[in-house]
């Protein structure tokens, strides 16, 4: 399997969270393409120091077609539609976007063990 490509929109707590454990695991081929994050906040100036580039949301729909999966962690509620709305516009039906409910149930299956197959 090949390198994943991600962006991070929302860098406030979850966003900045996602963005720490994206960066401190980065043997696990996923590529942090982009980040969007309007407001001058811990986790734009995390991605900035470590080279992710800064972009519009606007900017990362024109070049969703390189990205595999944007985590939509803005706290505004039905944004994470509009988002898959103006993907599904430019003709990008490849790029899924997964919200912080989306992370919320990863972390809860991580937290439990999960039955082996027989």
Same mark, same amino acid.
Request: with cysteine.
């Given at each position: $399997?090949?390198?994943?490509?991600?962006?991070? /929109?929302?860098?406030?707590?979850?966003?900045? /969270?996602?963005?720490?454990?994206?960066? &401190?695991?980065?043997?696990? !081929? $996923?590529?942090?393409?982009? %980040?969007? !994050?309007?407001?001058?906040?811990?986790? &734009? &100036?995390? %991605? *900035?120091?470590?080279?992710?580039?800064?972009?519009?949301?606007?900017?990362?729909?024109?070049?969703? %077609?390189?990205?595999?999966?944007?985590?939509?962690?803005?706290?505004? !509620?039905?944004? *994470?539609?509009?988002?898959?709305?103006?993907? %599904?516009? @430019?003709?990008? =039906?490849?790029? =899924?976007?997964?919200? =912080? @409910?989306?992370?919320?149930? $990863?972390? +809860?299956? +991580?937290?439990?063990?999960?039955? @082996? +197959? +027989?």
């Amino acid at each position: $399997m090949g390198s994943i490509n991600v962006a991070v /929109v929302g860098l406030r707590l979850k966003g900045a /969270v996602l963005l720490e454990r994206l960066i &401190r695991m980065g043997d696990l !081929e $996923m590529n942090i393409v982009c %980040a969007v !994050e309007p407001e001058d906040v811990p986790g &734009r &100036r995390r %991605a *900035d120091a470590c080279g992710i580039a800064l972009v519009s949301l606007d900017d990362l729909v024109e070049f969703s %077609a390189d990205i595999d999966v944007i985590f939509d962690l803005r706290d505004t !509620e039905g944004w *994470d539609i509009t988002l898959g709305l103006k993907l %599904a516009a @430019q003709g990008n =039906h490849h790029t =899924h976007v997964l919200t =912080h @409910q989306s992370l919320d149930l $990863m972390n +809860a299956w +991580a937290s439990h063990s999960l039955p @082996q +197959a +027989a």
